[in-house]
């Protein structure tokens, strides 16, 4: 359709003005034309070292999480039909930190180095299953955020008592600023290692919207229709566990991205979920994109951590939602 073009070329190019921004724009401003000057040959080592290792590998992160987290939320709103779900609201951010944090004090993250992802994916597939079983037969609001209190109060419970049991409160304390969600001295070797398993989560995604459509007008239809519910279910967690919990792993917890950006998108596409994912993914990327330059701009010392900036424009959203669907019900 020629509105959903429209609307997936206008965020590619706020994807592509968000990266370029992001690259350029830090605690010291690059001109575009010292940037050219580096593509050509001619930059300087201190450019290089700003854009190459500093700025280059964290916009790449912030551009492949924040798609991550706008599709996994589009998709798993579809998968449960709930516009509430989001991988932060119900639990799978925070078990897949959990995974992670266990990996790390269990000290397999210095001797593999697949352990953090890895550890980040089995929390986020705990979670996700968890949370399907619980929802599967009962789709209304308050069942999915008693899920999500659940699951994030279990995993942050847990969390903290591995820092209560951490050797050293210096590990405990950079487990912390972890936790908060960040791009502070990411790096290529993190992009290697998050960027190929995030591709690979969203692989079990293509393919799917058809089945998501079947769903959002109930299973039995969809089993009418000939979808494979059980197969598209097994197919859409263990990609949304497999994704976030990479992006998780090298990440920490961001939140809400993944609530937001589906609902805002939603009637651009008219409530369809298979028009929204490539929507939501775009959007995403914009948006965390965006957030993490204003963490940079606004720092006067310590830089503002990511999950901190997002939590502040998405839980006056969440409240927001919750507001407007009460009045809906009533």
Request: zero cysteines; hydrophobic letters at 60%.
């Amino acid at each position: 359709m020629k509105k959903d073009l429209a609307l997936n070329l206008a965020l590619a190019a706020s994807v592509v003005l968000a990266f370029i921004s992001s690259v350029s724009v830090g605690s010291n401003r690059i001109p575009l034309l010292d940037v050219y000057h580096l593509f050509t040959g001619s930059g300087t080592d201190i450019v290089r070292l700003v854009l190459l290792e500093i700025r280059l590998p964290r916009s790449i992160l912030a551009g492949f999480v924040g798609a991550t987290l706008g599709l996994v939320g589009a998709v798993m709103q579809g998968l449960l039909r709930n516009p509430l779900a989001e991988p932060g609201l119900i639990g799978v951010s925070a078990s897949a930190a959990l995974g992670s944090v266990l990996v790390f004090y269990s000290g397999m993250a210095g001797l593999v180095p697949m352990a953090l992802p890895l550890g980040g994916i089995a929390g986020a597939l705990v979670a996700a299953i968890v949370i399907h079983i619980l929802a599967r037969n009962d789709n209304s609001m308050l069942t999915l955020i008693l899920a999500g209190i659940a699951l994030n109060s279990l995993a942050g419970s847990l969390t903290a008592l591995a820092l209560s049991l951490a050797p050293s409160p210096y590990a405990a304390l950079e487990v912390v600023f972890w936790l908060l969600g960040s791009l502070v001295d990411r790096g290529f070797n993190h992009v290697v290692l998050a960027v190929p398993l995030i591709l690979a989560g969203w692989l079990f995604f293509v393919g799917t919207g058809r089945g998501l459509d079947a769903l959002s007008i109930g299973e039995d239809t969809a089993l009418s229709l000939g979808i494979n519910v059980s197969r598209l279910r097994f197919q859409l967690i263990f990609g949304a566990a497999l994704a976030v919990g990479s992006a998780v792993a090298v990440t920490g917890v961001v939140g809400f991205v993944g609530l937001m950006v589906p609902h805002v998108l939603r009637p651009m596409v008219e409530n369809q979920p298979s028009r929204l994912l490539l929507p939501s993914a775009l959007g995403g990327a914009v948006l965390l994109l965006v957030a993490d330059l204003a963490a940079r701009i606004a720092s006067t010392g310590a830089e503002i951590r990511l999950g901190v900036v997002t939590a502040i424009l998405g839980a006056p959203f969440f409240f927001i939602l919750i507001f407007k669907s009460r009045r809906t019900m009533v």
